[in-house]
């Protein structure tokens, strides 16, 4: 059984590179948890320490942009609230049970126990938070340049514009349009 709960963490994008005595070690500074269908793990805007990983059963995040009533159930080897465990944060997504669920929680202070205890845990895990935010950079600056090459692509209009859209047009529109946009962040 620990060595499966040691795959589940080894195949984590955040403990890649650890040994498996770190990642047994990571292990035993965790605590078993268990949910009953609908109890949440995280609550969206709420501070917390703990990241859970799902060892069994199935969770839902609730409020997931761009669906109707939540995500598609996800089950064992789900990491949630990765950040918490690291830092302090509040829950960027609401995660509720659909099934019962069997999590291994991760609390932030009994991981900073483990890491001053193996330095290197602390060095490996910066060291795949910095690669994975590197790749997040360059995504977001490939992202930019295709929207600046659609920009600037050649615009060959198959049709006249409607009435609505010359207005759409206008300074006038616009500036109205970019306050309120301003004013809803």
């Given at each position: 059984m620990l060595d499966?709960?040691?795959?589940?963490?080894?195949?984590?994008?955040i403990f890649k590179g650890l040994?498996?005595?770190?990642?047994?070690?990571?292990?035993?500074?965790?605590?078993?948890?268990?949910?009953?269908?609908?109890?949440?793990?995280?609550?969206?805007?709420?501070?917390?320490?703990?990241a859970f990983l799902v060892l069994s059963g199935s969770v839902r995040c609730r409020g997931f942009p761009g669906m109707a009533t939540g995500s598609e159930p996800i089950g064992p080897g789900t990491f949630i609230g990765e950040m918490a465990m690291l830092v302090e944060?509040?829950?960027?997504?609401t995660v509720e049970a659909s099934e019962r669920v069997r999590?291994?929680?991760?609390r932030r202070a009994r991981l900073t126990r483990v890491m001053q205890r193996d330095p290197g845990i602390a060095?490996?895990?910066?060291?795949?938070?910095l690669l994975r935010l590197r790749s997040f950079a360059h995504d977001l600056r490939n992202f930019e340049l295709l929207l600046e090459q659609k920009e600037n692509a050649p615009q060959t209009p198959t049709r006249a514009p409607t009435e609505a859209e010359?207005?759409?047009?206008s300074p006038a529109f616009n500036a109205g349009r970019t306050r309120q946009f301003i004013g809803e962040y």
């Open positions: 499966s709960h040691i795959e589940l963490l080894r195949a984590l994008p040994g498996e005595k770190q990642l047994a070690a990571i292990l035993d500074a965790g605590k078993k948890v268990y949910f009953e269908p609908g109890q949440i793990l995280t609550r969206k805007d709420v501070a917390g320490d703990c944060t509040v829950y960027p997504l999590a291994l929680a991760l060095r490996q895990l910066a060291d795949n938070l010359l207005a759409a047009q």
